[in-house]
Nanobody
Framework: QVQLVESGGGLVQAGVSLRLSCAAS????????MGWFRQAPGKEREFLAA????????RYADSVKGRFTISRDNAKNTVYLQINSLKPEDTAVYYC????????????????????WGQGTQVTVSS
């Protein structure tokens, strides 16, 4: 059993930056691939970024590439999402997700493939 807790969201002005955090329980965190998603009201959950268990491989949605950065600190059982130059269209609930990969190469997954999800953190961007 793994618990994921997101934090770092809030109400911000367009153009500023945020760093979201996802703290995970469990001593096997280092074997989990991690992902970030977001969901706006009435919309499907949208893939943003993924990172492998070692932190050496990353993948981004085309819509956020160059502006979002995913990273992890396995010693702290935490994954991060750095968001720069926030736009009003970034307004959504941001979720982190974990998949137990048993140290395999694959590190990006679809929504139903992830094993665990956090409760989400709200990001609201005003103009």
């Amino acid at each position: 059993q793994v618990q994921l807790v997101e934090s770092g969201g809030g109400l911000v002005q367009a153009g500023v930056s945020l760093r979201l955090s996802c703290a995970a329980s469990g001593r096997t965190f280092s074997s989990y691939a991690m992902g970030w998603f977001r969901q706006a009201p009435g919309k499907e959950r949208e893939f943003l970024a993924a990172i492998d268990w070692s932190g050496g491989l990353t993948r981004y949605a085309d819509s956020v590439k160059g502006r979002f950065t995913i990273s992890r600190d396995n010693a702290k059982n935490t994954v991060y999402l750095q968001i720069n130059s926030l736009k009003p269209e970034d307004t959504a609930v941001y979720y982190c997700a974990a998949k137990n990969t048993d140290f395999i190469k694959r590190y990006y997954y679809t929504v139903p493939e992830y094993d665990y999800w956090g409760q989400g953190t709200q990001v609201t961007v005003s103009s």
